[in-house]
């Protein structure tokens, strides 16, 4: 059914919600729509936030997504600083925070994550204790980034190690933290860890692996001072950052009584158990190689949520993305084609040494049996770039071939 014509409310102003607002009035619809975000704000990117923005490289205005007069000039109702509180399924309509209730003829959850937080009783209510996700919080940890000063990081994924190369590059004492045998553990295979543990030990980082936190202790006014380990120790702190994942915010779906998997479930057209209700970016989780997968990245957040105007549009879009993410930490840009999970064996491509003393070129190939699935390139944007076109087209390349330097990698694509 062709819904060029009907209201839309799309909860969640973050990139899939700005995604799905700019390609429906793109693509004709002549309908309502109104974009709900809790920040007060302008939407804007996220990955910058834990890289140039904390650094002070880039300012508020290059973060934003769209220019202010976009959300006008479009008509579409921006609602800043406003909080989705109930969805009334029968009546649909969107309850929120203002007393206000919103009709909707379709539905976009637009959600995002949540970061997981230390409790309480480990020190996760302490004052100088800081997560990254927001605005808000970056801007709230900024002044932390004193150059003599020591941050204790928790969490040793790709934002704990982005927030690490940060401090360390700023002059700070950094000490990584990391419960599980290694970092990067979901992620990444065990050569990649190494190569960036050694980056972050070059930068004067410490990392400790394997080593659990008991809980953050705290000086007489309530403000973090250090850590207490599982083993003991103690380490001295002057302000800490918790980077120990996300997690799906589903609380509006749940309470609706949508059905849940790993997030908010949809089909592979982006449609939720209700017919007038779809779900986009990184709460929604989708139909992917068999089972179910989540993906928290920008391109995901972008694709799924045209996707899903696509389909309110009367198209019959299916989503099935060939995952794509990145990563900047210090001089070493990380760029990740394919997804790693099941993966058999890893075969490097490395590149030649530079001569400057910056971060060294590699790849690192993920085969099931002979069968490529996902690259992780380091400052080597070749090997990534063709092996994201035979990801893209289906194709494999010859294990051995990969792992010869003296291969040209475009012959790989002939």
């Avoid at 890289?51 to 300012?59: C, F, R």
């Avoid at 290059?62 to 989705?84: M, V």
């Avoid at 204790?129 to 994924?157: K, Q, S, Y």
């Avoid at 702190?237 to 849940?260: H, M, R, S, Y």
Wanted: net charge negative.
């Amino acid at each position: 059914m062709d819904g060029s014509g009907s209201a839309v409310v799309v909860v969640g102003a973050g990139q899939a919600g700005v995604a799905a607002v700019a390609r429906l009035r793109a693509r004709g619809h002549r309908g309502a729509i109104t974009l709900i975000g809790d920040e007060p704000v302008a939407p804007y990117q996220r990955p910058p936030l834990s890289k140039d923005y904390l650094k002070g490289k880039m300012d508020l205005e290059r973060l934003t997504l769209r220019a202010e007069s976009f959300y006008a000039e479009n008509d579409i109702a921006l609602r800043r600083g406003t909080r989705a509180t109930a969805i009334d399924r029968a009546a649909r309509r969107v309850h929120l925070d203002d007393g206000e209730a919103l009709a909707y003829d379709h539905l976009v959850l637009a959600t995002g994550a949540r970061p997981r937080r230390l409790p309480a009783a480990a020190g996760g209510g302490l004052a100088g204790v800081h997560c990254i996700r927001t605005l808000a919080d970056v801007d709230a940890m900024a002044p932390e980034f004193v150059a003599g000063r020591r941050v204790l990081i928790v969490g040793g994924g790709y934002i704990g190690l982005e927030a690490a190369a940060v401090a360390a590059g700023l002059g700070l004492s950094v000490v990584v933290l990391e419960a599980a045998p290694r970092i990067l553990g979901r992620v990444a295979a065990p050569e990649v860890a190494d190569y960036f543990r050694a980056l972050h030990r070059a930068h004067g980082v410490e990392i400790l692996e394997g080593t659990g936190l008991a809980r953050l202790t705290a000086d007489a006014g309530g403000r973090v001072s250090g850590a207490e380990l599982a083993d003991g120790r103690h380490l001295a702190a002057d302000f800490a950052i918790v980077g120990i994942g996300v997690e799906p915010e589903t609380t509006l779906a749940a309470a609706a009584g949508l059905a849940l998997d790993n997030g908010i479930a949809t089909d592979d057209r982006g449609q939720t158990s209700d017919p007038t209700i779809w779900a986009a970016g990184d709460c929604a989780s989708f139909p992917f190689r068999g089972g179910r997968v989540r993906l928290e990245s920008v391109q995901n957040a972008i694709e799924q949520a045209e996707c899903v105007a696509d389909n309110i549009l009367g198209q019959d879009s299916h989503y099935a993305p060939l995952p794509w993410f990145w990563s900047d930490q210090y001089d070493a840009r990380f760029q990740i084609a394919g997804l790693s999970t099941g993966y058999e064996r890893v075969v490097i491509r490395p590149g030649p040494t530079p001569a400057d003393g910056a971060a060294p070129q590699v790849a690192f190939w993920y085969y099931v049996g002979d069968r490529l699935i996902a690259v992780d390139a380091i400052n080597d944007s070749r090997s990534y770039l063709v092996a994201k076109r035979l990801l893209d087209m289906g194709r494999s390349a010859d294990p051995a071939k990969v792992a010869d330097p003296a291969t040209d990698l475009k012959s790989l694509l002939a």
